[in-house]
């Protein structure tokens, strides 16, 4: 049986998540504790010596980072594919991913979201506004792709539409709290800015599956 190493919110771990869930694989769940430390304790560092989510085990076969899990899972179950079913595809796909993680996550998820969650909306609201307009631009950019189409890369959900959604979601959470509400982001009402993306997010929250995969602490705070 696979096993899956993973903590409550991370987008990198909701990502392999949402991949097993598309290919209708089971696995264990292994549910880590930041504040518990869990992810630095010695038995969770011999599989991943970074003390990083997620981390896959499938019996004498350990992957981490998240990338390399989703690729060894479409190696492994073959169908659907997520990362293309020919050169160009596959191609489209690892570009559409990582643009995201070296241009999208840097402004948003770096200098936006991971402000609010901490807790420093205030102390650093005027850093969050200079962000916000390079977390349109990118938004934007998404946002147009997807107007008159379902998904990102091709005619079927793939790895690229399973890496974006969690970061999104963190920063929509993000959005909803009490101290970011002030900050005039001009990110929402998202359906209203971006009405193609909030299309999208609605699709990806309709796979079978979605729900066993939405962070646990999540269900039960604002």
């Known amino acids: 049986m696979i096993e899956l190493y993973w903590g409550s919110g991370s987008p990198w771990a909701w990502r392999v998540m949402l991949a097993l869930a598309v290919k209708g694989v089971e696995y264990e769940s292994r549910l880590l504790s930041f504040s518990e430390g869990d992810h630095k304790a010695d038995g969770f560092l011999a599989l991943n010596p970074r003390g990083q989510v997620p981390c896959l085990r499938d019996g004498d076969v350990c992957v981490y980072e998240s990338l390399a899990i989703v690729a060894y899972l479409d190696r492994r179950f073959p169908e659907p594919p997520l990362l293309g079913r020919t050169p ?127 962070p646990p602490h999540w269900r039960e705070a604002p």
């Open 88 to 214: 160009a595809e596959s191609g489209r796909v690892f570009q559409t991913i990582l643009e995201f993680e070296h241009h999208g996550v840097p402004v948003i998820n770096d200098r936006v979201t991971r402000r609010i969650f901490r807790g420093q909306a205030v102390d650093y609201a005027e850093e969050i506004r200079e962000a916000a307009p390079a977390a349109r631009a990118e938004l934007a950019r998404l946002d147009a792709r997807l107007d008159g189409r379902e998904w990102l890369v091709g005619d079927a959900v793939s790895a690229a539409d399973l890496g974006v959604y969690p970061h999104l979601q963190l920063l929509l959470r993000a959005l909803g709290k009490p101290d970011a509400r002030d900050l005039d982001l001009g990110l929402t009402p998202f359906d209203t800015v971006f009405p193609a993306l909030a299309a999208w997010c609605r699709r990806v929250e309709a796979l079978p599956g979605y729900d066993a995969t939405y």
